[in-house]
């Protein structure tokens, strides 16, 4: 009776599955619970969180004031951190991009083992934990690093140079961090391309830039679209490489953010800061994929 | 227009040899078909033509001028691909105008010769189409629009028809003729389908690993094979293993594996007894009739004591292939094959006796897979 009663049991959810109209409601439930759980909830909270008013002491006075939003928005301080964060995030995305799309297109054209071992050192460093390949730049970058000596050595450079702390560092930093995810969007879409197309192109008349510029950038061009906001949304949140390579002068919103909220005990301001951040992105990244793809679901005809 | 001369050409990929020394002339306005198995090395000749692939050694010379290490770009070639690979992110008129473009053509201009071009090719309403929404007919029109358009000296076509069914195959194949008579280039038309060669070429080069086997009109081709690769690749035929027993006047007395001994001539070519020999009996050139119940046949098999031109065999299997009936007939050890077109009269079936005869002068005979006495019948 019992294995009865569990067989029908799994041919009823069986049947609800297969039948087409609750497929997808189905195969999604995992997905909307996790996001719902551990996306949704804390967003409602964060939001809730960023209305309250600030305390003279512990996290936060609850109440219903925007507040928290007006001191961001008329702080010096806070402007600046913003401006150097979209800064950041334009030159890393801007170096991140050019490179990867120079790498992809290696890549592409490469065979047998040069291919293996282009595709593999780009998906090396993704096993490596972030803090850990930030901080390794630091003994490369600093004044007394490896990278001084060496220049010293060849005696291209007469002193010692601090290439971190500094926006250099940073920016190599947070280069290193988003460049595979760059290469891999980027090289994905141009490894559907049909190497024809290329060779037509050059077979009529097209010099090799200009066959590059005439039929491979178009075909990329949602691959670009995709590695330009993952750089772009990453960079200018950017964390560990600020922290890590950078100097006062480089902080980001995101390192006043954490300020806010671990050191300084400001829940409100460090939950408007967070959300007024979360919205100029999400602005700026449907800004980045409409420039390049010409519509918003564009980058889906991937 | 030009004439095209490959000299001595070779391309090597590592320790596989693609093209092996080969030497072609294709005429100014003539339209060649490079013909041959996969893998013999023709689309990498025609690349090599194009500049799309560099020769290891040898020369390519287009008119009077070695262009062997020019790049695609500098040369005034233009190859339709196999993948027509068209541009997918332009219309089709900007397609066709490409070339133009890329010469520096302005755009009013090449617009209306890509227009013009596009109207030989009768695609004219499809101007402003995307690519991918074509057909592949339609796909291929447009490639070859794009390359007609420039204008080359020579146009290389890599198969450009092996993705179009039948019938449209057979349809562009005229198409094809029709556009090389009206624009007067030569053309170079790779393909390993005989009947497309047939149907277009001025002129056929038959390749085999990597080298020409056969140059010549295709009638020529086809009725004086230089070698046995050529006799099998150009068409159906019965091959039949013999054994080379006594010399007779002009020719040879073989054993075959008919197990009779025939008679076959073999002018010019010295063979000694003992040689193996590989005998073509095109079934076009058999003639078969049925054992009469009396037996009163003329065409008697072993007529002439141990030599003859006829033998007695059985039918072992009918084939209906559409229009033709394909009769195999053992003979001995081996079979053979005719073909019949449906609604002639004589029909034979399964386990009749029929008597095969031919001529001996229309047999092909080879040894080492050389032709023997090639020109002299």
Redesign the interface.
């Known amino acids: 009776m019992g294995a009865l009663a569990d067989e029908s049991m799994f041919a009823w959810f069986g049947k609800r599955i297969k039948s087409k109209d609750s497929t997808s409601v189905f195969l999604l439930a995992p997905l909307a619970a996790f996001e719902l759980v551990f996306f949704v909830v804390p967003f409602l909270i964060l939001v809730r969180m960023s209305l309250n008013s600030q305390p003279e002491t512990g996290f936060y006075e609850t109440g219903w004031t925007l507040a928290a939003y007006g001191d961001i928005l008329g702080s010096n301080l806070y402007q600046q951190m913003i401006l150097f964060s979209f800064k950041l995030g334009v030159i890393a995305t801007v170096v991140a991009v050019v490179l990867a799309l120079f790498y992809a297109y290696a890549a592409y054209r490469a065979e047998g083992l040069t291919k293996s071992i282009l595709l593999f050192s780009i998906i090396l460093p993704l096993l490596t934990t972030l803090v850990v390949k930030t901080y390794a730049w630091r003994p490369l970058l600093a004044p007394n690093g490896v990278l001084n000596d060496f220049l010293l050595s060849l005696e291209l450079i007469g002193s010692r140079i601090q290439f971190a702390p500094s926006l250099f560092g940073t920016v190599v930093g947070q280069v290193y961090i988003v460049f595979p995810y760059a290469v891999l969007a980027i090289y994905s879409v141009l490894s559907t391309l049909?190497w024809?197309?290329v060779?037509?192109?050059?077979?009529?008349?097209?010099?090799r830039p200009?066959s590059f510029f005439?039929?491979v950038l178009?075909?990329v061009l949602p691959g670009v679209a995709v590695a330009t906001v993952v750089s772009f949304a990453w960079s200018v949140g950017a964390y560990a490489a600020p922290s890590q390579l950078g100097t006062g002068s480089q902080t980001t919103f995101a390192m006043e953010i954490g300020n806010l909220m671990l050191t300084n005990f400001n829940w409100p301001v460090g939950a408007a800061f967070a959300i007024l951040m979360l919205a100029a992105m999400l602005a700026a990244s449907l800004a980045v994929i409409r420039l390049l793809t010409g519509s918003i679901g564009g980058v889906q005809d991937v | 227009m030009a004439s095209v001369t490959l000299a001595d050409l070779t391309k090597e990929y590592g320790d596989l040899t693609a093209v092996d020394g080969l030497d072609l002339d294709v005429d100014d306005g003539e339209l060649l078909c490079l013909l041959g198995p996969s893998g013999c090395g023709k689309s990498t000749t025609l690349r090599m033509l194009g500049g799309l692939e560099t020769p290891t050694d040898g020369d390519v010379y287009i008119g009077d001028e070695r262009v062997t290490d020019e790049p695609p770009y500098e040369r005034d070639t233009s190859m339709v691909f196999q993948s027509w690979a068209l541009f997918p992110h332009k219309s089709v008129l900007e397609n066709v105008a490409f070339g133009l473009k890329m010469d520096g053509v302005d755009e009013a201009e090449r617009n209306e010769r890509a227009r013009d071009v596009l109207e030989v090719v009768e695609m004219s309403e499809f101007v402003d189409a995307d690519p991918e929404d074509l057909s592949g007919g339609q796909k291929q029109r447009v490639a070859l629009a794009r390359s007609l358009a420039i204008e080359p000296d020579v146009l290389l076509l890599d198969e450009p028809l092996s993705n179009l069914d039948k019938r449209l195959r057979e349809q562009m194949q005229l198409e094809l003729r029709n556009i090389h008579d009206e624009v007067e280039t030569t053309f170079v038309h790779v393909t390993h389908d005989q009947n497309e060669a047939f149907t277009l070429a001025d002129s056929i080069a038959i390749m085999n690993d990597g080298d020409v086997e056969q140059v010549g009109e295709p009638r020529e081709v086809y009725d004086d094979p230089v070698s046995l690769f050529v006799e099998e690749f150009l068409g159906d035929t019965n091959l039949v293993d013999a054994r080379v027993q006594s010399h007779i006047d002009g020719g040879v007395v073989a054993a075959t594996e008919f197990d009779e001994e025939i008679e076959v001539p073999t002018p010019g070519g010295h063979v000694e007894a003992g040689d193996p020999l590989t005998i073509s009996f095109r079934p076009e050139e058999l003639d078969v009739s049925r054992v009469a119940a009396d037996g009163g046949q003329s065409a008697d098999p072993a007529e002439a004591g141990d030599v003859t031109t006829a033998l007695e065999g059985t039918v072992t299997d009918v084939l209906y292939r559409g229009s033709s009936v394909r009769f195999y007939v053992q003979i001995g050890e081996t079979s053979v094959f005719f073909e019949q077109s449906v609604g002639d009269k004589t029909d034979f079936e399964v386990d009749d006796s029929v008597v095969v005869s031919w001529d001996p002068e229309d047999l092909l005979v080879f040894s080492e897979g050389e032709r023997l006495g090639r020109g002299g019948t």
Do not use: N, Y
């Not at chain 1, 060779?199 to 008349?205: Q, S």
């Open positions: 049909d024809d197309v060779e037509a192109a050059r077979d009529l008349g097209a010099s200009r005439e039929v178009p075909e």
